[in-house]
């Protein structure tokens, strides 16, 4: 059974951080690419960070570039969002997403997404 669990969200002051976590099951985690999405009430789901299978490539929106950094563990089946200088617009649910294309066919699996505060 396929899943993704993530971790790590949370109440924090503005210029705070946090380390998010994904830990996945049921598949080959490594053949994977994973990425991190977030989503604020009364807005689009967004493309936060990206990662590639091994962790070769990576990939920032704009508006996080410089301060966050995402990596993953495959030994561990982990994923993780290091998340440095925090605004108040970073306040969102963080969904974490894996994502395979094989042989014309999509593999796309997502979790239930935690909370990120950032407030005063």
């Known amino acids: 059974q396929v899943q993704l669990v993530e971790s790590g969200g949370g109440l924090v002051q503005p210029g705070g951080s946090l380390r998010l976590s994904c830990a996945a099951s049921?598949?080959?985690?490594?053949?994977?690419?994973m990425s991190w999405y977030r989503q604020a009430p009364g807005k689009e789901r967004e493309l936060v960070a990206a990662?590639?299978?091994?962790?070769?490539?990576?990939s920032y929106a704009d508006s996080v570039k410089g301060r966050f950094t995402v990596s993953r563990d495959n030994a561990k089946n982990t994923m993780f969002l290091q998340m440095n200088g925090l605004k108040p617009e970073d306040t969102a649910v963080y969904y974490c997403?894996?994502?395979?294309?094989?042989?014309?066919?999509?593999?796309?699996?997502w979790g239930q997404g935690t909370q990120v505060t950032v407030s005063s």
């Open positions: 990662i590639t299978n091994v962790g070769r490539f990576t």
């Open positions: 049921g598949f080959t985690f490594s053949s994977y690419a």
């Open positions: 997403n894996a994502r395979l294309v094989h042989e014309g066919r999509r593999y796309d699996y």
